[in-house]
């Protein structure tokens, strides 16, 4: 009986595997990837966004808004190196937030939002693309 158990927990596990890795591929081929994002509150978010060769910061909301594109190369080259986390799966310990890719993609987001706010002209009431 549990041996039985224990062979369709695996045969579970691998064809998951082999799902997450037929999708890996097939997105990876697509002209346009959600590469994360960060929840701000309910229905709201920024999500960094992939499009052909472009980098986009997108705020997510009852609307959808570009923030900002990823000019930069270094930077650019530095999320997009960032190494998925593997999904945890019945036997496998929880990452820590901290090593998780997420949290250095809002590390990064914040110190790129905090730049654009001291690059804000004082004294308007809205942002300079609106």
Do not use: C, W
């Not at 909301?61 to 960032?82: A, M, P, V």
């Not at 190494?83 to 790129?112: M, N, T, V, W, Y």
């Amino acid at each position: 009986m549990i041996l039985a158990l224990a062979a369709v927990i695996t045969i579970m596990y691998l064809l998951l595997k082999f799902i997450n890795k037929r999708t890996k591929k097939y997105s990876s081929n697509q002209t346009m990837q959600n590469l994360g994002g960060v929840p701000l509150g309910q229905n709201k978010s920024v999500q960094l966004v992939k499009v052909g060769e472009r980098l986009l910061v997108v705020g997510v909301g009852e609307s959808i808004q570009l923030l900002k594109e990823i000019e930069d190369e270094e930077e650019r080259e530095t999320l997009l190196e960032q190494p998925e986390p593997e999904p945890s799966f019945f036997f496998k310990k929880k990452q820590k937030k901290e090593d998780h890719a997420g949290f250095q993609f809002k590390s990064i987001l914040d110190k790129r939002l905090e730049e654009i706010e001291k690059n804000r002209k004082p004294g308007s009431g809205r942002d300079e693309g609106s």
